[in-house]
């Protein structure tokens, strides 16, 4: 390959021209520049199944599915087609669509723990209503949110107390306080110290690990011995888990829990959902409490999304879709131990998580995590077809494309084994990625070629 001219011309134009017009030149951090090594497309032209293709023709597997919102593949028939049907009548009116009662009716019939649901267009909408319905239900200031877990929101209450949370106010990042995933030792510890000060207990069901001794149960019984509500994320593990999300596997009943991602298959829809008890504090019959206003959005009820949404449940109802995603990731995940464990680098590229939704340590030679070593890994899968900033599946990865993907990843693992002897920057091109949570860019962060 001949270095001193872009791998990928035309994505390397467009990042120029992007970072240009668009702060970060993306509107997700997590696709930015910064986030991919310099070999790395700059941009996805279009998607079918689990394959995509860049603005350069080149074609890949994939496996960051949308940030994890795009469960059953790329474009999947049925929901594109609910989509376009919708879009003929229109997509936002003076007055509701019958559509949001049919697609609140679906999804309250399959997750069934709540009695009320309200749509919404993202997951910090969702996440971020819950809290706030929390703090009007009670009538407290404090938030308790799980430590362990990366991300519940774009808002002040989450983002304000991380390195990233520059613009928010010095007395809102005090309201937020952190427990650890099963430890209900730090969830006492909070309650002793903020005793009747807590809204709610936020978390999402399970990440890496699951739930261990009850302690999602246990954590809803101490919030509620405390007045506090038990908020379940389910923004990744519904869909994915289990059709009626974590809550239904783990047998736990949130008194509010928050979708997305699968929920629309991509499409821009998430849902606020609950107990009428607290739900009804956004609606129009109460008169005892003070009326929330409750995730009122121009688009919250956009036509075509429910529609897409509505076809999702109907196809996780119908289909072994979340048996399927469990298979693929148990071949991927087997495979991949394989040749990890024949190149001895089972120590440096660990594989964790529910085999629905895996992802991958990539750890330098003292065994640490390292963005020099993960920029080597991407760049190297890249080259050889693959694109994983996760290890996520999809409805739609065949048996043949987890297999071509293992193949890849071995390839890609034999520089790696070469890199730990000699060094990343012996293998990798240009600068290591970053992660997305620092308070301050590297001068390179955005260059990209
Ligand atoms: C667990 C969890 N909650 C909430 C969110 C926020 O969702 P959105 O990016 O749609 O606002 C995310 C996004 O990654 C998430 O992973």
Redesign the pocket.
Same mark, same amino acid.
């Given at each position: 390959m001949n270095l001193h001219s872009p791998p990928f011309p035309i994505s390397a134009s467009l990042q120029k021209k992007a970072h240009r017009l668009i702060p970060g030149g993306s509107h997700t951090y997590a696709k930015g520049d910064d986030q991919y090594p310099i070999l790395a497309p700059g941009f996805i032209a279009r998607g079918s199944g689990c394959h995509v293709w860049d603005v350069d023709g080149n074609e890949y597997i994939e496996y960051g599915m949308g !940030?994890r919102a795009v469960a059953l593949g790329h474009a999947y028939p049925a929901v594109v087609k609910a989509v376009r049907d919708e879009l003929e009548r229109g997509c936002n009116f003076t007055r509701p669509s019958p559509i949001e009662v049919e697609c609140a009716e679906a999804f309250l019939g399959l997750i069934d723990t709540a009695e009320m649901v309200k749509f919404c267009k !993202? %997951?910090?909408d969702a996440?971020s209503a819950a809290v706030k319905l929390a703090r009007a239900y009670t009538g407290r200031d404090y938030v308790a949110y799980c430590g362990d877990?990366p991300?519940?929101?774009?808002d002040d209450w989450f983002i304000g107390p991380t390195p990233m949370g520059a613009g928010v106010p010095e007395p809102i990042n005090a309201l937020s306080v952190t427990f650890r995933y099963n430890d209900p030792d730090s969830v006492k510890a909070l309650l002793k110290q903020y005793p009747g000060q807590i809204a709610c207990f936020i978390l999402?069901p399970a990440r890496s690990d699951d739930p261990r001794d009850g302690f999602l149960h246990e954590l809803r019984r101490l919030a509620h011995e405390d007045g506090a509500l038990f908020i379940l994320?389910e923004?990744?593990t519904g869909f994915r888990w289990h059709k009626s999300g974590a809550q239904k596997l783990y047998d736990i009943v949130p008194d509010l829990s928050t979708f %997305?991602k699968s929920l629309g298959n991509g499409f821009s829809v998430?849902a606020l959902a609950g107990r009428r008890e607290y739900m009804r504090l956004g609606g129009l019959d109460h008169t005892d409490k003070p009326r929330v206003f409750l995730l009122s959005t121009t688009h919250g009820g956009e036509t075509h999304a429910l529609a897409a949404a509505i076809a999702t449940i109907k196809i996780y109802s119908d289909e072994p879709v979340i048996e399927r995603l469990h298979a693929a990731g148990d071949r991927l995940r087997t495979g991949l131990e394989q040749v990890a464990t024949a190149r001895g680098l089972s120590d440096h590229f660990p594989i964790s998580g529910r085999s629905c939704c895996m992802a991958f340590g990539t750890l330098d030679p003292e065994g640490k995590p390292s963005q020099a070593y993960r920029s080597l890994f991407l760049q190297e899968i890249i080259r050889r077809g693959v694109i994983a900033p996760s290890l996520t599946v999809s409805y739609a990865h065949s048996d043949e494309d987890i297999d071509k993907t293992i193949e890849a990843i071995d390839g890609a693992l034999d520089v790696y084994a070469r890199a730990l002897e000699g060094g990343a920057e012996k293998y990798l091109v240009g600068r290591p990625s970053q992660i997305v949570q620092r308070r301050y860019n590297q001068p390179d962060a955005a260059s990209s070629a």
């Open positions: !940030n !993202n %997951g910090s996440t877990h991300f519940f929101s774009v999402e994320d923004m990744i %997305g998430s």
